[in-house]
T-cell receptor, first 113, second 114 residues
Framework: DAGVTQSPTHLIKTRGQQVTLRCSPK?????VSWYQQALGQGPQFIFQ???????QRGNFPDRFSGHQFPNYSSELNVNALLLGDSALYLC????????????FGEGSRLTVL | QQQVKQSPQSLIVQKGGISIINCAYE??????FPWYQQFPGKGPALLIA?????SEKKEGRFTISFNKSAKQFSLHIMDSQPGDSATYFC?????????????FGKGTKLTVNP
């Protein structure tokens, strides 16, 4: 049973560029959440998708946007990259909205130069 | 504003010893308190979780103690092993956010020496 898979694992971008990160949830899960983990910090909630709609959002600017597809996979898009966007981006899935254990992927490490 | 404060930042324990990590929260609406374990290069994995209707929960060598009046909870790792060396995060969520919208502490890096 595949867990949460994320791609790419590592990427380097320059300031002002745009990036798209991808996530496939654990089999049987329909809810996807995205977190940002800066070096030496705990993960911070970005937003959550269920039934292809953004259901909750954390304190992140509109430069951060997402999408969920009919197969429950999800994308995180970040526009106009800043140096401070350098972090590990974690995708997590859960079996239903507002219920059940969160399963995290191994993350996508983004470096902004 | 940090809603979940975790201490210590780092902890070194000898094999067989007890590791204790503490967390304090501010938001009285929080009703779900999980602990996550993260190894280098991996995503966090749920270790154990508690809800405020109980004061203690034990799973194997891992125990959560919860003090609702003090708004504090802690993780105890008994008979600590070198394989327990990892970063541990406490977290909390409210009914409004559900178990998916977690507020994490800053983490504790645990090193268990052989």
């Amino acid at each position: 049973d595949a867990g949460v898979t994320q791609s790419p694992t590592h990427l380097i971008k320059t300031r002002g560029q745009q990036v798209t990160l991808r996530c496939s949830p654990k089999s049987g899960h329909d809810t996807v959440s995205w977190y940002q983990q800066a070096l030496g910090q705990g993960p911070q909630f970005i937003f959550q998708y269920y039934e292809e709609e953004e259901r909750q959002r954390g304190n992140f600017p509109d430069r951060f946007s997402g999408h969920q597809f009919p197969n429950y996979s999800s994308e995180l898009n970040v526009n106009a990259l800043l140096l401070g966007d350098s972090a590990l981006y974690l995708c997590a899935s859960s079996p239903t909205l507002r219920g059940g254990e969160l399963f995290f992927g191994e993350g996508s490490r983004l470096t902004v130069l | 504003q940090q809603q979940v404060k975790q201490s210590p930042q780092s902890l070194i324990v000898q094999k067989g010893g007890i590791s204790i990590i503490n967390c304090a929260y501010e938001n009285t609406a929080f009703d779900y308190f999980p602990w996550y374990q993260q190894f280098p290069g991996k995503g966090p994995a749920l270790l154990i979780a508690i809800r405020p209707d109980v004061s203690e929960k034990k799973e194997g060598r891992f125990t959560i103690s919860f003090n609702k009046s003090a708004k504090q909870f802690s993780l105890h790792i008994m008979d600590s092993q070198p394989g327990d060396s990892a970063t541990y995060f406490c977290a909390a969520s409210s009914p409004q956010g559900g178990s998916e919208k977690l507020v994490f502490g800053k983490g504790t890096k645990l090193t268990v020496n052989p």
